[in-house]
């Protein structure tokens, strides 16, 4: 196991230096923007890959030109083939990150046990005003890998053949 991980570190080394890097947006010039993705631990210190069932945290640097009210933003995970799994949104009701007149802000969405098994996922971004129109939008920002877990977790994921990792547990009631 310890030799995937090293192949997984080596083989995530992006042409944006760095293997938490996950995206850094090619058109800089565009007014609404999400700049930048990194995946970090829960130290907020640079993560070269995820593992299921542990803590992950997405940053994303996001850049606009105006205040934007009931701005959002949405943070898609598919699989590698485009396969929809989750869609995050900020919500602006509860967190405003675009209430400043203009300016760039990092938002982190942290997800306490990432709920994916071992492969690798890829990430579309977009900034929205709530339920009215995309602002920008990438569908393509980014691979990440999910390596195999710790030894005391993969007993929970050794025979899941689908990409979600969901923590359960079966209860058996017999009838009398």
């Known amino acids: 196991m310890q030799a995937i991980e090293i192949y997984l570190h080596q ?9 938490h890097v996950l995206y850094v947006s090619p058109d800089s010039k565009r007014d609404y923007c999400v700049e ?6 829960e130290d907020a210190k640079p993560k070269p890959f995820a593992r299921p069932l542990e803590y992950a945290c997405f940053r994303l640097r996001c850049r606009f030109p105006e ?12 699989t590698d083939q485009g396969v929809l799994l989750c869609k995050l949104e900020t919500n602006p009701d509860d967190v405003c990150p675009f209430d400043k007149n203009s300016g760039v802000v990092s938002i982190d969405c942290e997800i306490p046990k990432l709920p994916l098994t071992e492969g690798r996922y890829l990430l579309r971004v977009g900034l929205a005003i709530h339920n009215v129109r995309l602002l ?9 890998n999910v390596s195999a877990s710790a030894p005391e977790k993969y007993e929970l994921l050794r025979d899941l053949r689908g990409p979600l990792a969901i923590e359960h547990k079966w209860l058996i009631k017999r009838e009398k």
């Open 11 to 19: 083989g995530l080394d992006t042409s944006y230096g760095a293997p």
């Open 136 to 144: 920008c939008y990438q569908d393509n920002a980014g691979y990440f």
């Open 67 to 78: 205040r934007i009210v009931r701005g959002t933003l949405l943070l898609e995970i598919t």
């Open 36 to 41: 930048k993705i990194e995946l970090l631990d």
